[in-house]
């Protein structure tokens, strides 16, 4: 039920690193599992990482594997994704998403259908 909100997107060179967050209101974060997706121009939504609601389960896109790492802090109701070694293909609005009722299988937590709460998104850019 609450409102999540992007931030720390912007311009990355490639090789560099980029910190997203994600901040919840309403609703304490504890006991949902995390979601980031990323939708370039003219293309669909892409899975980038999940983080399971009891941290136990991390899920990258072959794309991103040990690149990006995603996290979260539930004392301060935030959610993290540390975007390492940007590369030109990585450009696109991310978005962070929440879900109370997804699993634990990666194919769940990889399924944007899974998560009914999601940020307008923040745009991250690559220059070169």
């Known amino acids: 039920q609450g409102q999540l909100e992007e931030s720390g997107g912007g311009l990355a060179h490639p090789g560099h690193s980029l910190k997203l967050s994600c901040a919840a209101s309403?609703?304490?974060?504890?006991?949902?599992?995390m979601g980031w997706f990323r939708q370039a121009p003219g293309k669909e939504r892409e899975f980038v990482a999940a983080l399971s609601w009891d941290t136990t389960t991390t899920h990258y896109s072959d794309s991103v594997k040990g690149r990006f790492t995603a996290s979260s802090d539930n004392a301060e109701n935030m959610a993290y994704l540390q975007m390492n070694q940007i590369q030109p293909e990585d450009p696109a609005v991310y978005f962070c998403a929440a879900s109370y009722y997804v699993g634990n299988y990666k194919y769940a937590l990889s399924d944007p259908n899974e998560y009914a709460n999601w940020g307008q998104g923040t745009q991250v850019t690559v220059s070169s």
């Open positions: 309403g609703r304490s974060l504890n006991d949902y599992a």
